[in-house]
């Protein structure tokens, strides 16, 4: 391959490297930001005084009802709040969260596959590079112009 050829592979190599590192930092951070507390309090404290009134409110239009459809009410609004809870912290090592360590070890295989490819061409390119022929070399004095 000539050499402007590995040029570029091995500076395509450093964007796509550049753009890896931006992206697996960008997680770090979501991952490693908590929600902050007075959010976090603010919403449960919410949910439990609407939990607690709902049966209130709402116990003459439901009548017998009431405790099956407030326990309803609560495990779907707790529910959210479990969810909301998982996804605050996308990149753990449990079962419903985002596999990091997984993404690491792929993009790291992918990067490894590529330098040996790119070392390959390099070889290559020094192969060509020592087997050609040498090139005559023209002197041309300064301030005169180079022929074709």
């Not at 931006?22 to 007075?38: A, D, K, Y």
Request: hydrophobic letters at 50%; one cysteine or more.
């Amino acid at each position: 391959a000539p050499p402007e050829l590995v040029a570029q592979s091995l500076a395509a190599l450093a964007r796509q490297l550049d753009a890896l590192t931006g992206t697996f930092g960008g997680m770090e951070r979501i991952n490693n930001t908590p929600l902050p507390f007075v959010y976090v309090s603010h919403l449960r404290t919410s949910l439990l005084v609407y939990l607690t009134v709902v049966p209130f409110i709402f116990g003459e239009a439901w009548g017998w009802f009431t405790p099956i459809l407030a326990l309803v009410v609560a495990w779907a609004l707790l529910g959210i709040e479990a969810a909301a809870v998982e996804c605050e912290r996308p990149v753990r090592g449990c079962a419903n969260h985002m596999p990091l360590e997984a993404f690491c070890a792929v993009v790291a295989d992918n990067v490894r596959q590529t330098l040996q490819h790119s070392a390959g061409m390099g070889v290559k390119l020094r192969r060509r590079i020592w087997d050609a022929p040498p090139t005559p070399v023209r002197r041309v004095r300064l301030g005169t112009s180079v022929p074709p």
